[in-house]
């Protein structure tokens, strides 16, 4: 598997301010990304809190 650029704090951070509101134009634009990325990464990150994410990647 490809290694992102992006670790899972940052993306989690994108997509946080992306349900409070920020464009998703604006925030693709300011972290070098499509706002298809952006998309993707919603599902797949939305919800989750940093300290998750770490534990769920120390549990694999």
Same mark, same amino acid.
């Given at each position: 598997m490809?290694?992102?650029? /992006?670790? *899972? *704090?940052?993306?989690?951070? +994108?997509?946080?301010?992306?349900e +409070? $509101?920020r464009? !998703?134009? *604006? #925030?693709? =634009? %300011? &972290? $070098?990304?499509? %706002? !298809?990325? &952006? /998309? !993707?990464?919603k599902?797949?990150? $939305? $919800? #989750? %809190?940093?300290? %998750? !994410? =770490? =534990? #769920? =990647?120390? #549990?694999?």
């Amino acid at each position: 598997m490809k290694k992102s650029w /992006y670790t *899972e *704090e940052q993306v989690i951070g +994108a997509v946080k301010q992306m349900e +409070a $509101g920020r464009k !998703a134009k *604006e #925030l693709a =634009r %300011e &972290l $070098g990304v499509s %706002e !298809a990325t &952006l /998309y !993707a990464w919603k599902p797949k990150h $939305g $919800g #989750l %809190e940093v300290n %998750e !994410a =770490r =534990r #769920l =990647r120390d #549990l694999k």
